[in-house]
T-cell receptor, first 112, second 115 residues
Framework: EDKVVQSPLSLVVHEGDTVTLNCSYE??????LLWYKQEKKAPTFLFML????IEKKSGRLSSILDKKELFSILNITATQTGDSAIYLC????????????FGKGTKLSVIP | DADVTQTPRNRITKTGKRIMLECSQT?????MYWYRQDPGLGLRLIYY???????NKGEISDGYSVSRQAQAKFSLSLESAIPNQTALYFC??????????????FGEGSRLTVL
């Protein structure tokens, strides 16, 4: 059974802090790992990672994948209150089906 | 207008009632999915469909059924709702043949409460 584990499950930081969210996985047939941000309702896409060691960046957010150790991290620098959300990690286990297995999410709260 | 539209957005019903959640999309995607989200449990796949003639059970299909009426429409039914089906339900789509990404595009969600 495919498994995606995120840590921590919740995190409270002050504005300006840097945070690192973790995602480890065990899947039978890895194709890609995706990060989503869920603020109020629908999750919105952040990154898709397929290759080890190549950092993806978007503004203050960045992410990297380690396919040997089976994990990914999502970094947020200089956090703002607008970064408060649930961050979801999902793994596409391929086999032609594009089924995503999601972790339980990390709830990030950024306080002024 | 949203690319993936779910109706209703909120619904309160009683145990034993039949409920249908509808999803339509304008993205032209072949693949459509229904997920449910519960606090602390993340998103879990209920059913998915890769085209009109292809329906597949996901991780938690018991108590649910689906219908793919057209490429753009995918509905989820609870034949006899029970309280532990109270959850936030998401419809999602992804690119079809020729697409090399598993990225999902989500609707705004349908919050269902079963009393």
């Amino acid at each position: 059974e495919d498994k995606v584990v995120q840590s921590p499950l919740s995190l409270v930081v002050h504005e300006g802090d840097t945070v690192t969210l973790n995602c480890s996985y065990e899947v039978t047939n890895f194709r890609s790992l995706l990060w989503y941000k869920q603020e109020k309702k629908a999750p919105t896409f952040l990154f898709m990672l397929t290759s080890s060691g190549i950092e993806k960046k978007s503004g203050r957010l960045s992410s990297i994948l380690d396919k040997k150790e089976l994990f990914s991290i999502l970094n947020i620098t200089a956090t703002q209150t607008g970064d408060s959300a649930i961050y979801l990690c999902a793994v596409d286990s391929g086999a032609g089906s594009y089924q995503l297995t999601f972790g339980k999410g990390t709830k990030l709260s950024v306080i002024p | 207008d949203a690319d993936v539209t779910q109706t209703p957005r909120n619904r309160i019903t009683k145990t034993g009632k039949r409920i249908m959640l509808e999803c339509s999309q304008t993205k032209g995607h072949d693949r459509m999915y229904w997920y449910r989200q519960d606090p602390g449990l993340g998103l879990r796949l209920i059913y998915y469909s890769f085209d009109v003639k292809d329906i597949n059970k996901g991780e938690i299909s018991d108590g649910y059924s689906v219908s793919r009426q057209a490429q753009a429409k995918f509905s989820l039914s609870l034949e006899s709702a029970i309280p532990n089906q109270t959850a936030l339900y998401f419809c999602a789509t992804s690119g079809g043949q020729g697409s090399n990404t598993g990225e999902l595009f989500f609707g705004e969600g349908s919050r269902l409460t079963v009393l």
